[in-house]
């Protein structure tokens, strides 16, 4: 190619001298171009080529073009009459009508043209597109032509071919008869080495209605390799790709194919060309011959096939995008949701990501909180622990007492029956008696150690339903032999009824423990009427409220809120735990606790504890 | 004449095996739930007899009753038996006169020989009540001439002493004296003056 240019440069500079003065293509170029089509413009190659044309020219600033187009229509007509027809219509057509530049899509118009100028547009320049390198080769560059020289062997559509069908041995060949190919014309050459080594089943120019038969029986290792088929060889013609739709639908091998438009229609892909490119370089070269260069002086570019794959189809014969040639792109491929929504995908993700990020956030706040609870309460449970082993002491007379009693009633009733049975006429029945009697009271003495153990052992927080009066006599059962030690009267009044919570036995009788051992403390220092009230209420239904009021001197207005704090006592002995831990317990209950002064003198301290549901 | 044991407690079990262990020992029981109810219905005192006494009964404790009962001069004694013994408890208790303070469990020959003591110095104390109101009895029916001479007499005051300081003759205070003498129903001065001294009336002055 190199070496023609000087030549062709040479030619134009002759051809130019022979143009009149006045006709200076540099200063009258008409700024129009003369669309020749091949074929026509039903099928989607052309209409790409031909609007990738149209948008580069229409784009061009500086003047407007005017595209005139024209459809030789040469695949499904010709003949000396025809040509001549064409040529005495296009002759009366453009008598008037300047022409800036031609564009000849395909070789037959090329060559048409070639052959037309010199009578119908002497002078104008040529631009070509969708010539073959070979086709290129053998024009030998005419004078003021240029254009965009395609590289599309056959080799291209053999290695695709072997791209997508792993051993290939079979290659079936499908289109028009290569004489009225547009595009694959040079492959008819280019067969016997592209396909050396492979079978060749040829159903080039047959009818439609046995190629459609043929396709549906081709052998394993086999891809049929699709030109352009035009008609179905009987009467009815079409674009290539209508007919490649039809073949596809019978075919049970894929389909290789040389044009983008064609991948739609039902190919598998291959090298290919892509119409609107060309139409763009060539509209590029007309644009430049138009502003005053020389078509002469204008390289032509090249364009060559690309390896374009339908994505579809991939899926249909089991093609992975790994054994497509070096460079492939993937056409049609099915936008996933996230691309056919892109902003609205990346919103929700966005705010499902944040939305994660703040679930993981809360449920990690959670945890910390779930351990600090558990921790608290375990905090609480030993301290709660710690306190039940120092009121035990104070309480040891409770349990000493309660355990006595039954442990006297045994002694005495078995020495009874020892000396029953030493009579001479024992009272048998009697003895019976006596015998039911200590089991009863052993068992209660039973009972009573496992109480006192209940209260000692350190038993994690535990929930149950419970009836807050029982707890409460309990409690108050427990601590009747201190209080009348301590000389102070306890009085329990009980609502009707029973009090059913939920919550854990063992701490809730150490709070109103806690409360009244504090009551009774508080009154150490009065020297007669210590009296301790125990109050139980149903309060507005939802709500069980418990009072433990005192005769004692009352909590120092100022102190109110600050009884419940850790380690505040106004006892020269006390640790300034327990009504803490009463606090503490009482709010692990979801309860609230208080202390107020009486308005006849004397301290109240209340707890309200939600009722079991 | 039937010795009686009052049991006040208000455990039901151990009244039973209580009352049951005191039966056969031959004691006549009576058992009282709570402390009212003894005082409701006070025993006999002169029937030998002694309280068995719990500390801690609902309503009126066990020494609240023994205060009581000592208000009113109640003389039965009293034995605290009790599940737990506190210090406090056990010396205001024994301070007021409590004959003793046992803890349960008891020992039934313990509490036998508790109760065994009580009875017989309730019985003894008793026989000396006994005996001194019969001495009072005596000298309720001497003359106010008669106490005086009495009274000096014991001092260990001679006949002439005596006239001297009451104004009379040496004569009349022998009938006198001989009159007390045989009032009292004693025969010598000495038994007089022992008698006079379990009266308390060595210490008067008159």
Redesign the interface.
Known sequence: MFRIIPLKRLVVGLFALFVPPGLSAQEVRSHSVLLLDQSDLRGPFYYQLSAGLRGVLDAHAEVRVTIYGENLDLTRFGGAAYEESLKRHFKEKYRDRPIGVIVAIGAGTLEHTLRWREELWPGVPVVFAMLDETHFAKLGRPADVTGVVMKKPLAGAIKAARAVVPGLDTVAFVGDDWARQVLFSHWDDEIPTATAGLNVIDMVGQKMADIRKRVAELPERSAIVYTAVFSDGEGTFYSPSTALGIIAKHANRPIVVGAEPLLAAGGIGGYALVASEIGADAAGLALRILDGERAGDVPPVTREAKPLFNWNQMQRWNVGESSLPEGSQIRLREPTLFEQYRWQSLAIFAALFFQAGLILFLLHERHLRRDAEAESRTRMSELAHLNRQVTAGELSSSFAHELNQPLGSILANAETAELILKSENPDMEEVREILADIKRDDRRAGEVIRRLRGYLTRTPFETKEIDLNLIMGEVFKFLSVQASARNVALYLQISPGELRIKGDPVQLQQVILNLVVNSMDAMAAIPYGRTVIGRTELNSGSLAAISISDSGPGIPSDKLSQVFEPYFTTKDQGMGIGLSIARTIILAHKGQIWAENQSGGGAAFHFTLPLAA | MPTRIHVVDD?D??R???E??LK?AGYEVATYPSAQQLLDRLPDENEPGCILLD??I?GL?GPQLQGRLNELGFTLPIVF????A?T??TVRTIKAGAEDFL??????EQLLGVIERALARHATARGERHKIEEMQALVAVLTPRERQVFGLVVRGKLNKQIAHELGATERTIKAHRHQVMEKMKVQSLAELVSIAERLGMLGERK
């Open positions: 455990d079990s151990f039973t095996a209580i049951r262990r056969l500390v801690r609902p404790s038996l009790t599940g737990h506190d406090p408890t803890t349960k469990p008891v020992e039934p």
